[in-house]
């Protein structure tokens, strides 16, 4: 006997139910993958927020609307629409306001216009943020030309700066130009490509490091042929993945004496764990979509793992992390650390945050880099 057409409904139904769930499945998957996308390897190219009220500014102080950012202790940038600033020590607070000890670098400052509070802590270029005479270079890589800061020093050895994902790029390296060149290194402040002046790469998207390595090898080069004999890397955030990646598959690493990481991404499906559970992504979805964006972005969470490739280093290791880090856990830094054996170094800032620890301690921040690349200068 055939079914009536009131027998065909409860299957009907069971179907589009069933293809409801997979449909909401393969949306809540697809949209986890876009935000790791978003979180780690879109690039970005915004400009600086300014949306902070300067209330009073005068005598070596400025009055701005309390932020969560306003209120921290350290030294930051003050971006304005006619000027650069430096804030330093909080003199004094409210509900409403911070009050804090203030310096103008370029510009000027009037009450009423809007600011950014900038962890990058100084203007432009080094010419302009500490009067450091450079010179803007170009070196080839296999995508073509990038750009990059150049000052001389009168030793064999070069440091080269890594910066992070952020749209400061090269600013990134402001902060610590000073220490290194008072002892004389040559500092080079690189482009990787997807930043501005630099190659764009095909998929439009930062890969952590795996294949932006091949840019530091370039500059690695070019310094070579400058006549460096030694090299000293600086991985700032995903900048790290870029110098850790160079040290596991480059043709020859011998010239490279230690490596520095600043609040570095140690261990990016980590990171997308904690996405994860910053949205309520149930436990499936959140295989799937790290599946999934491996695929469409080209991202292998295992090969990209320092904590389990620790093992793999050769060269004396500076990772410089903050209790208050946000984005990348103090956790895994110290479970790196401890997987690198007597290759580690490990300095914690307790107020700092991700990418801001210059800014919580600067005194420290620079004796820690500066005696670490003494020391693995020194076991020559």
Same mark, same amino acid.
Request: net charge negative; hydrophobic share 45%.
């Given at each position: 006997m055939e079914p009536t057409e009131r027998s065909k409904w409860p299957a009907r139904i069971g179907f589009a139910v069933v293809t409801l769930l997979l449909l909401v499945l393969l949306f809540a998957t697809?949209?986890?993958?876009?935000? +790791?996308? %978003?979180?780690?390897v879109l690039i970005d190219d915004s400009e600086i927020e300014?949306?902070?009220?300067?209330? !009073?500014?005068?005598?070596?102080?400025? !009055?701005?609307?309390? !932020?969560? +950012?306003t209120e921290i202790e350290g030294i930051w940038g003050v971006a304005g629409p006619n000027g650069y600033g430096q804030a330093s020590v909080v003199i004094a607070s409210t509900d409403e306001v911070v009050e804090r000890g203030f310096r103008v670098l370029s510009g000027e400052f009037d009450v009423g216009e809007l600011v950014a509070f900038d962890p990058i802590a100084y203007p432009g270029n080094p010419l302009e943020a500490h009067d450091i005479e450079f010179e803007e270079v170009r070196f080839t890589g296999d995508l073509g030309v990038y750009p990059a800061w150049i000052i001389e020093g009168d030793r064999e050895a070069w440091v080269i700066v890594v910066h992070g994902a952020g749209p400061e790029q090269r600013a990134e390296a402001l902060r610590m130009l000073p220490g290194l060149v008072a002892q004389r290194f040559s500092v080079m402040v690189m482009t990787v490509r997807?930043?501005?002046?630099?190659?764009?790469?095909?998929?439009? +998207?930062r890969a952590l490091g795996a294949t932006e390595w091949r840019d530091l090898a370039a500059a690695? *080069?070019?310094?070579?042929s400058q006549d460096a004999s030694e090299f000293v890397l600086i991985g700032l955030d995903t900048g790290a993945g870029v110098v850790a990646n160079f040290l596991h598959r480059a043709d020859d690493i011998n010239a490279v004496r230690g490596v520095v990481y600043d609040s570095a991404l140690l261990d990016p499906e980590r990171i997308a764990d904690r996405v994860a559970e910053e949205r309520g992504v149930p436990a499936p979805i959140v295989g799937a979509g790290k599946l999934l964006a491996s695929i469409r972005f080209d991202i292998d969470w295992n090969e990209l793992d320092q904590v389990d490739r620790a093992p793999e280093y050769t060269v004396p290791? +500076?990772?410089?992390?903050? *209790?208050?880090?946000?984005?990348? %856990?103090?956790?895994?830094?110290?479970?790196?650390?401890s997987g690198l054996g007597n290759l580690g170094r490990f300095v914690r800032f307790e107020s700092g945050r991700h990418g801001q620890l210059w800014n919580a301690d600067p005194a420290r921040y620079e004796e820690a880099l500066l005696s670490f690349i003494d020391t693995v200068r020194a076991a020559e």
């Open positions: 697809w949209s986890y993958s876009n935000a +790791l996308r %978003d979180e780690l300014q949306e902070i009220e300067v209330v !009073t500014v005068g005598s070596g102080r400025i !009055t701005v609307a309390r !932020t969560e +950012l997807g930043d501005r002046g630099a190659p764009r790469p095909n998929n439009g +998207l690695v *080069e070019f310094g070579l290791v +500076l990772v410089l992390h903050g *209790e208050l880090d946000r984005v990348a %856990d103090i956790a895994v830094a110290e479970e790196f650390v």
